[in-house]
């Protein structure tokens, strides 16, 4: 708190700082199945984040994947269906960037 033309305020700069630094967010209020609650308590709990933290993280995740799978039907729509070489492709690009193996065919067909 600062004395500022007589009275107490708050430091402006100590706001600012404060400001730039947290995320904005939008309280709401969720209901769970009581099973489900303790799952997410404890995988926040193991990846060291909060309830609210895990579940902002999981739906964005969702949400990407979702937007990703709606480009491709998009891509489809107006080229036709993936070819079984680019979908290899694709999939070799995702286990790559997950830093996953290869899967053999043969493996990928049995399962």
Known sequence: ?????????????????????????????????PD??????????????SFSGWLAETAAHRLKLEAGRQAIAEWER????????ELADGLARARSSLGRAQVPSAERQSA
């Open 78 to 85: 107006e080229n036709g269906p993936l070819t079984e070489a």
């Open 36 to 49: 489900l609650a303790r799952a997410v308590e404890q995988a926040a709990r193991a990846q060291g984040t």
């Open 1 to 33: 708190m600062v004395l500022l033309a007589g009275r107490l305020q708050a430091d402006v700069s100590y706001l600012l700082c404060y400001h730039r630094v947290m995320a904005q967010r939008e309280k709401r209020s969720v209901s769970l199945p």
